[in-house]
């Protein structure tokens, strides 16, 4: 198989989404366990894996089936460039110190929180709650994982026939060194560098997203995809380009934030890029 940038890209890509949303399923699914029923939160976790799978099957099925490789390109890049500039925007934010960071330990403490003020209601022989929390949890944060997978997979099959099983090995491994990693530590995994991920993630999104977009634009011009200089190489240009661009943004916001008064709220902690002066 040949080594592309964007086959390196799109497994990167897909590793890094999926381990950040791995990470928050898994901190929702470990306050249920140990707050409430470990049975109840891990059958919800199962149901939810099973209904994923097939989403998936279902969704790559006809996307290939009824969409023509130039569209598919078209909407999924734009999609994606959606997507990815909104994973961009709170990482700037929250390096520039406007946002706060997220805090996996404050939210396994909310989760629990919950957990405790919820009553106790039994249903097939399952505290509810837990289920519940733990399917949605999982289904919710696991929707983004397959997003992921099928889009990167799909969009990159034109030029690589294994792109979703690419995509799909990406995220499987994010999953497997997740549950190894929480298995290991039975706590939230803070340690992660999941603010620094996202960041990454949503320059690689940004960069998939419009370079498979431009491609799509020839689906309006004869419904064949357009070609970008240097082909695959363009997308490294492109990510070189996002990544200057927010680099300008967070140090404009950074200025900005030094000359409006801090919100009450506000507490010092460690940017992406760490700085003492960042807030959250």
Same mark, same amino acid.
Request: net charge negative.
């Given at each position: 198989?040949?080594?592309?940038?964007?086959?390196?890209?799109?497994?990167?890509?897909?590793?890094?989404?999926?381990?950040?949303?791995?990470?928050?399923? @898994?901190?929702?699914?470990? !306050?249920?366990?140990?707050?409430?029923?470990?049975?109840? =939160?891990?059958? %919800?976790? #199962? +149901? *939810?894996?099973?209904?994923?799978?097939?989403?998936?099957?279902?969704?790559?099925?006809?996307?290939?089936?009824?969409?023509?490789?130039?569209?598919?390109?078209?909407?999924?890049?734009?999609?994606?460039?959606?997507?990815?500039?909104?994973?961009?925007?709170?990482?700037?934010?929250?390096?520039?110190?406007?946002?706060?960071?997220?805090?996996?330990?404050?939210?396994?403490?909310?989760?629990?929180?919950?957990?405790?003020?919820?009553?106790?209601?039994?249903?097939?022989?399952?505290?509810?709650?837990?289920?519940?929390?733990?399917?949605?949890?999982?289904?919710?944060?696991?929707?983004?994982?397959?997003?992921?997978?099928?889009? @990167?997979?799909?969009?990159? !099959?034109?030029?690589?026939?294994?792109?979703?099983?690419? =995509?799909?090995? %990406?995220? #499987? +491994? *994010?999953?497997?060194?997740?549950?190894?990693?929480?298995?290991?530590?039975?706590?939230?995994?803070?340690?992660?560098?999941?603010?620094?991920?996202?960041?990454?993630?949503?320059?690689?999104?940004?960069?998939?997203?419009?370079?498979?977009?431009?491609?799509?634009?020839?689906?309006?011009?004869?419904?064949?995809?357009?070609?970008?200089?240097?082909?695959?190489?363009?997308?490294?240009?492109?990510?070189?380009?996002?990544?200057?661009?927010?680099?300008?943004?967070?140090?404009?916001?950074?200025?900005?934030?030094?000359?409006?008064?801090?919100?009450?709220?506000?507490?010092?902690?460690?940017?992406?890029?760490?700085?003492?002066?960042?807030?959250?």
């Amino acid at each position: 198989m040949q080594v592309s940038p964007g086959t390196i890209g799109l497994v990167s890509a897909a590793f890094l989404a999926s381990a950040v949303e791995f990470v928050e399923a @898994f901190t929702i699914v470990l !306050a249920m366990g140990l707050t409430r029923s470990w049975r109840a =939160a891990l059958t %919800g976790t #199962a +149901l *939810a894996v099973v209904v994923l799978a097939a989403v998936t099957v279902v969704a790559g099925v006809a996307l290939i089936s009824w969409v023509s490789e130039a569209l598919l390109q078209l909407v999924i890049g734009t999609l994606l460039l959606v997507f990815g500039l909104q994973w961009l925007r709170k990482a700037t934010l929250r390096s520039s110190g406007l946002k706060a960071l997220h805090d996996e330990e404050a939210a396994f403490r909310e989760e629990q929180a919950a957990a405790r003020r919820a009553g106790h209601e039994v249903r097939l022989g399952l505290d509810w709650f837990a289920f519940v929390v733990s399917f949605k949890g999982v289904f919710l944060e696991g929707l983004e994982v397959v997003f992921i997978v099928i889009t @990167f997979g799909l969009a990159a !099959a034109r030029e690589n026939p294994n792109g979703i099983a690419l =995509a799909a090995g %990406g995220a #499987a +491994l *994010a999953g497997v060194l997740v549950l190894i990693a929480g298995m290991i530590v039975h706590r939230p995994l803070s340690a992660v560098p999941e603010n620094t991920m996202k960041y990454v993630v949503g320059l690689l999104l940004s960069t998939f997203g419009l370079f498979w977009s431009v491609e799509g634009l020839g689906f309006f011009a004869g419904g064949e995809s357009l070609a970008w200089p240097g082909e695959d190489w363009a997308i490294l240009a492109i990510l070189a380009a996002w990544f200057a661009l927010s680099r300008l943004a967070i140090l404009a916001l950074r200025r900005w934030a030094g000359t409006v008064p801090a919100m009450p709220q506000e507490q010092p902690v460690e940017g992406i890029v760490a700085t003492p002066s960042a807030t959250g």
